[in-house]
C-alpha cells in the first residue's frame, strides 16, 4: 500500500479513530532525541546558518513543504 492511498483511506476514518491512528503511528517513531548522531550540536548550527545564508545569497532556491512532499513520493 502506497502512502497516498494509506493517507486517503486515514482520512475516511471519524475523527477518533483518525487522533487514535496518529497516535498509534507517532509512537511508533524513534525519540530523535535518543537517536545516535554522528553530528554535534555545534556542527547542526553551522550547516543550519549556512544553508540560511545559501537561500539568502540565491545560491539554493528553497522548496515549499509541498513540493518537499511531492519530490519524495514521487522517489
Not at 8 to 26: C, G, M, V
Not at 37 to 62: H, Q
Amino acid at each position: 500500500m502506497n502512502i497516498d492511498r494509506l493517507a486517503s483511506e486515514a482520512l475516511e476514518l471519524d475523527p477518533k479513530s483518525r487522533a487514535i491512528f496518529a497516535e498509534t503511528i507517532w509512537e511508533s517513531l524513534e525519540d530523535p532525541y535518543l537517536v545516535s548522531s554522528d553530528v554535534t550540536d555545534e556542527e547542526s548550527i553551522s550547516l543550519a546558518i549556512k544553508r540560511d545564508e545559501d537561500i539568502k545569497n540565491g545560491t539554493v532556491t528553497p522548496l515549499s513543504h509541498k513540493e518537499l512532499m511531492d519530490r519524495l513520493r514521487n522517489r
